[in-house]
């Protein structure tokens, strides 16, 4: 598949930033923007009507092949964020996913993260199940079905 530019259709979870986030000058710690992008992936993964414990007890496991993050600017304690995930390339057993952390208008942070399928037992590349691949592939074509 080819890749895809970002759209109004990525999946956005919304983020409280608590101080168990930020470092003492409450200003959120860099790691964390990755933390709260896990959860986006997860909870879009969820959307689309699987979870990573089904996955692992058929076999399957999602591991970050690598990423690339780019800091524009910080969140603060108590900060309203949005905390999207889009599909930006599709392979038979990798994902690569847009993500973006912003305050209301506000681009924070983004990165690019590549995500492998593996088996969980072996840690091996292994193909997406073809339900849930059929699934990233209307979700990247923008055919959301509506549960």
């Not at 919304?14 to 986006?40: C, H, Q, S, W």
């Not at 969980?120 to 209307?138: C, E, N, S, T």
């Amino acid at each position: 598949m080819t890749e895809k530019s970002s759209t109004d259709q990525d999946f956005v979870l919304p983020v409280r930033v608590y101080i168990e986030d930020t470092d003492a000058g409450g200003i959120v710690y860099y790691v964390n923007y990755l933390k709260f992008m896990e959860r986006a992936r997860t909870e879009y993964l969820r959307s689309l009507g699987y979870q990573h414990y089904g996955l692992f007890e058929e076999n399957y496991q999602f591991v970050v092949h690598s990423c690339q993050v780019r800091y524009h600017s910080p969140a603060r304690i108590d900060d309203a964020l949005g905390v999207s995930a889009g599909l930006r390339h599709l392979g038979k057993a990798t994902l690569l996913f847009a993500q973006q952390v912003r305050r209301g208008d506000q681009l924070l942070c983004e990165a690019e993260i590549k995500i492998a399928c593996v088996s969980a037992d072996g840690i091996r590349p292994k193909a997406l199940p073809a339900p849930l691949y059929q699934r990233f592939k209307a979700e990247y074509r923008g055919e959301r079905a509506n549960d």
